[in-house]
């Protein structure tokens, strides 16, 4: 969800595209039967806040600690500079109930594809590129992305690039890296965002959306193809982090359990719910605090 830089006010774009009636798969359609993730559900938040506002001192406060962070310096226009990388690296010195660091990711918006890459590539450089030499970031998080191939795979092979070429930029600076990349649709996602040799993103935001929408309306999978209509995914997901659930205006701590057990059955690895509200439903501190999240998620799986 991209945000306006002046108050950090989001702009709401829609998650729940339709692509005509949800189907069962058919006989020759990419699905296989369900499989065992070898991870649980963990926490993911998007901090769309400025580096030392209360909300990214909760999260980094949080114990465990968030799995992944994103940060968002006007929608990724903006220099990423000393503040901003003092904060990514106080949040990537946390330890998550699985024991490893908190990932920080860089936010950039694409305009479902129409931004020129160009200018796709400075804010990316924003994040990945600075004075001292050094990472602060451990990948980007692409915003407003596309969820259809497009005419002869275009849609899917711009965002294709992108990830080739966050991985030139991250590996160039230290080839040790493990870059994260994930790619936010807001809903599911065809199944050539995933092709094997092709795939745009380690991760797919594949909900974002409201409690509401989330407990009464969802579409039925993560990805899609227009033979089988709408099916998990787990053919994708070998490791359980391939889709990321984002659910806002969730009414109270119970709800929130529902949110993250219901994330999980639905095959995320990652979620994040919270009580805010839009505009920006992304720029506050949940009632029941991020520790509380972070360690029921910590039981689920």
């Known amino acids: 969800m991209r945000i306006r830089a002046k108050g950090l006010a989001a702009l709401f774009l829609g998650s729940l595209l339709a692509v005509g009636a949800t189907a069962a798969p058919q006989a020759g359609a990419t699905t296989t039967a369900p499989t065992t993730a070898t991870r649980g559900l963990e926490i993911g938040v998007p901090a769309y ?15 465990p600690a ?30 998550t109930a699985t024991g490893e660091h908190t990932r920080v990711l860089g936010y950039v918006h694409t305009e479902r594809g129409k931004r ?3 200018a796709v590539l400075a804010s990316v450089r924003n994040y990945l590129v600075t004075g001292d030499g050094k990472l602060h970031v451990d990948g980007i998080f692409f915003d407003t992305t ?26 160039s600076i230290d080839p040790a890296a493990q870059e994260l990349v994930v790619n936010n649709p807001g809903t599911a996602v065809q ?17 974002e959306g409201t409690y509401a929408a989330y407990t009464a309306s969802y579409l039925g999978g993560n990805v899609f193809n227009l033979t089988a209509g709408y099916y998990p995914g787990t053919a994708f997901d070998p490791n359980g982090t391939s889709y990321w659930h984002l659910v806002h205006a969730v009414p109270d701590a119970a709800a929130m359990h529902i949110v993250l057990d219901t994330a999980f059955t639905r095959g995320a690895g990652y979620a994040y719910a919270t009580d805010d509200v839009l ?4 720029d506050a501190t949940p009632a029941w605090g991020f520790g509380a999240e972070t360690s029921y998620a910590a039981t689920i799986g």
């Open 116 to 118: 020129d890459k160009a």
């Open 66 to 95: 968030a799995s992944i962070v994103i940060l968002n310096p006007n929608n990724g226009d903006n220099p990423f500079d000393a503040s901003w990388q003092a904060r990514a690296d106080a949040l990537r010195a946390r330890t």
């Open 279 to 282: 505009d920006n439903p992304w």
């Open 49 to 63: 806040v400025y580096p030392n506002q209360q909300m990214l001192l909760d999260v980094q406060a949080a114990q």
């Open 146 to 171: 596309s969820r259809e191939c497009g005419d002869n795979n275009a849609e899917r092979d711009y965002y294709l690039d992108l990830r080739q070429q966050v991985q030139a930029i991250v590996h």
């Open 191 to 207: 199944d050539c965002f995933l092709e094997p040799g092709k795939r745009t993103a380690d991760t797919f935001v594949t909900f």
